[in-house]
C-alpha cells in the first residue's frame, strides 16, 4: 500500500471528527441531539437524505452490477422520485401535524400505543440487520488497499462515526453528509475519467452500446426478470414510499426541517439527485468493464475498489477509498442516531415516563453507543457471498417495508382498528420470511416463491397487510376490547407539545 494513500485516509479520518465536533453545536436538550432543534436548512437535509441511503453498498456494489449488466437498475430510482412525491402530498402533512419525534408517534394517534411501538420494534430490527450488511460492505475496500482484516477495518469506521455522532447528535451527522457526499462524488468522478482515459476516451462507449451496455429500459412484462421498468417504478415507488415515509433513519431528517414546505423541497430534491448519482455510479462500472477491469472471476463487489487500488495514481486512490468510506460513515451515523433516537422516545421516553430533557439527552448518548456496538458486532458476523451486498440489504429492508407502509395505508381505513393493523404486520412479516430470507440466505429451511425479483418483495408485503388489516377489521366486533385511538386518518387529533 502507497504511504500517500495511508496519509490521505488518516487526514480524512481525522478531518471527519474534526467537522462532526465543529458543526455539532451546542447540544442542550434531546430536541436538539435528534432533530436539530427542527431548524435545519432544506438543501442540507436533501443532500443528507441522498448521503444517507448513499451507503457503501451502493459505491462499491452499483459499479459492479454496471459492469457485469447494463444500465438497467437505473429504472428503480424513477419509482424512487414517484414513491417521495407521493409521500411529500399524502404522508408528510401527518408528520408536520404537533409535534413528533418519530415516525412511530402518529400511529399511537390513530390506533394506540402497542401500534407504535410494534412498528417502532419493527424498524429497530430491520435497521439494525440491513446496516450490519452496510458496515460490513465498508471493511471491503479497506482491506484490499490496506491488507487489513475485515475485523480491523469495521472496527476502525465504527469508531470514527461513533464519535462525532456521540457528541454531535443529527446536526453533526447531517453536516458531515454534506461533506461526505462531495468527498464520495469526487471519488465517482475521477474513477469514471480515469478508466474512460484507458479505454480509449468517450468514443469506446460506441462498443458499450453494441454489446448492449447502455441500455437502461426493459419494458418486460416479468416478476423475475431482476431489473424491469414495471418492477423498478411500482417496487421503486412502494420502496421509496416505505424507506421515506415510515422508515425513521429518513423521516428524522424531515422531521428536522423548518417547515413542511422545506420538507417536501428536501425530500423531492433527492429524488431528482438520486437518479444522477446512481447513473454516475453505473456508468463507473460500464467505464471499468472497457477498461478491462472487470474479468469475470472477480466478485462484481470487489471490481470497484480493487481498480481503485491497481490503477489509480497515489494520493488520487487514497481520497476514491476515504470516498468509499464516507458513503459508508455517512449511513452508519444516520442509523446509529436514527435508531437511538426511536428507542428513546418509543420506548424508554412512554415506559419510564420520564421526561427532563437532561436525562432524555443522557439516555440518547448511552443508546448511541448501544447501537454503535451493535451494528460493528453484527458486521462482524456477517459472511461474505456472492450475492451483491447491495441487492441483499435491500432485500432485508424489504422483509418489513410493506408491513410498515400498508399500515400506514391502513390508518386511512376508519373501520381499522390497532388490533388489525399488529395482526396485519405480524403475518406480511411470517409470510415475507421466507420469501425474502429463502433467496439471501443459503439453506434456509423454508423458500417461498423463488426466482421473484426482489424490487416486488414490497409491493407483495404491501398487499399481504393491507389485505390481512382490511380482512380483520371487517371480521371484529365493533365492541372490541382494544379501542380506536383517534379518528381518522393519521395525524388527526391534538398532539401535546
Known sequence: MRSLDVVVIALYFVAVIAAGLLLA????????????????????????????????????????????????????????????????????????????ETAYARLEHRFGPLARRATSGIFLITRALADCVRVFATAIPLAIITHWSLPAGILAVGIVTMVYTWIGGLRAVVWVDVIQLGVYLLGGVSTLIVATAMAGGLPAFGTAAGQGKLVFL???????????????????????????????????????????????????????????????????????????????????????????????????????????????????????????????????????GRK????????????????????????????????????????????????????????????????????????SVLVMTPIVLGSVIPHFPLRWLPGLAWPWYVPLGTAVTVAVGWGSSLAGESSDRWPRVGNGAPGAGERKP
Open 218 to 352: 426493459d419494458f418486460t412484462p416479468s416478476f423475475h426478470v431482476l431489473y424491469t421498468f414495471w418492477g423498478g417504478v411500482i417496487g421503486g415507488a412502494l420502496l421509496a414510499s416505505a424507506s421515506h415515509g415510515t422508515d425513521h433513519l429518513i423521516v428524522q431528517r424531515l422531521l428536522a426541517a423548518r417547515d413542511l414546505r422545506d420538507a417536501r423541497k428536501a425530500l423531492i430534491g433527492s429524488g431528482v439527485f438520486i437518479i444522477f448519482q446512481f447513473a454516475l455510479f453505473l456508468l463507473v462500472g460500464t467505464s471499468l468493464w472497457l477498461a478491462g477491469a472487470a474479468p469475470t472471476e472477480m466478485a462484481s463487489d470487489q471490481i470497484y475498489p480493487t481498480f481503485v487500488v491497481r490503477q489509480l495514481p497515489p494520493g488520487l486512490a487514497g481520497l476514491v477509498v476515504a470516498g468509499i468510506l464516507a458513503a459508508a460513515m455517512s449511513s452508519h451515523a444516520s442509523a446509529v442516531n436514527s435508531l437511538a433516537s426511536a428507542s428513546t422516545h418509543d420506548f424508554y421516553l412512554p415506559l419510564t
Open 25 to 100: 453545536g451546542r447540544q442542550r436538550d434531546v430536541s436538539d441531539y435528534f432533530l436539530g432543534r427542527r431548524g435545519l436548512p432544506w438543501w442540507a437535509i436533501m443532500l443528507s437524505i441522498v448521503a444517507t441511503e448513499t451507503s457503501a453498498i451502493t459505491v462499491i456494489s452499483i459499479p459492479g452490477i454496471g459492469a457485469r449488466t447494463n444500465l438497467t437498475f437505473l429504472q428503480l430510482t424513477f419509482g424512487y422520485l414517484v414513491g417521495r412525491i407521493a409521500v411529500a402530498a399524502i404522508l408528510l402533512p401527518g408528520y408536520f401535524a404537533g409535534t413528533q
Open 356 to 427: 427532563e430533557p437532561a436525562h432524555l439527552l443522557a439516555v440518547g448518548r448511552w443508546l448511541t453507543l448501544f447501537w454503535a456496538a451493535v451494528l460493528v458486532t453484527g458486521a462482524m458476523l456477517f459472511r461474505s457471498q456472492s450475492t451483491p451486498v447491495v441487492q441483499i440489504a435491500l432485500s432485508l429492508a424489504s422483509l418489513t417495508y410493506g408491513g410498515l407502509l400498508g399500515t400506514y395505508i391502513l390508518s386511512f381505513w376508519r373501520r381499522a382498528r390497532q388490533r388489525d393493523v399488529i395482526v396485519a404486520i405480524i403475518v
